[in-house]
């Protein structure tokens, strides 16, 4: 779906919730060869008997990868991910955990070299089944300005 929000548009407050995703073992395999993270934490199931969680957990990138893209359900020409601050991985992540997101907007600011765009800033955290976050973040969003030349 396709919606158009200009910097003006957004509001402080505004909250969005995802449906949940299963974390698979395929998902924390198919991770570790796209970024050649081979930890055992992630891929050594005797070694991680030995440690204090006892199973493998998922790497932190795969879940912010993953919540991020659960947020992705909308497209919005006016405006683009700028980056992301404050990443935090609280909680580990087990092969078969559920997690959802919750999103919201926290602010909105003047970008300091661009008067045609604005910075909105999302605070996102991905919790787990039993509704414990497991991982926080703030993503930016630069945002085109109502009336800016293109």
């Keep these: 779906m396709i919606v158009e929000q200009f910097f003006e548009d957004y509001e402080i407050g505004f909250t969005r919730r995802t449906f949940g995703r299963t974390v698979t073992e395929a998902d924390i395999v198919t991770h570790a060869g796209q970024t050649g993270d081979f930890f055992p934490h992630h891929m050594d199931a005797e070694w991680c008997a030995q440690q204090d969680f006892k199973r493998r957990i998922a790497h932190g990138t795969l879940i912010l990868s993953m919540g991020i893209g659960m947020t992705a359900g909308t497209i919005n020409p006016r405006s683009m991910s700028y980056g992301y601050d404050?990443?935090?991985?609280?909680?580990?992540?087990?092969?078969?955990?559920?997690?959802?997101v919750t999103a919201?907007?926290?602010?909105?600011?003047d970008h300091p070299k661009r008067k045609s765009h604005g910075v909105v800033v999302e605070a996102v955290q991905i919790a787990n089944q039993h509704g414990e976050v497991v991982l926080a973040c703030e993503h930016l969003?630069?945002?085109?300005?109502?009336?800016a030349a293109p």
């Design 86 to 100: 404050r990443v935090r991985f609280i909680r580990p992540v087990f092969i078969g955990d559920t997690i959802t």
């Design 141 to 147: 969003y630069l945002v085109e300005r109502r009336g």
């Design 104 to 109: 919201r907007i926290t602010e909105r600011r």
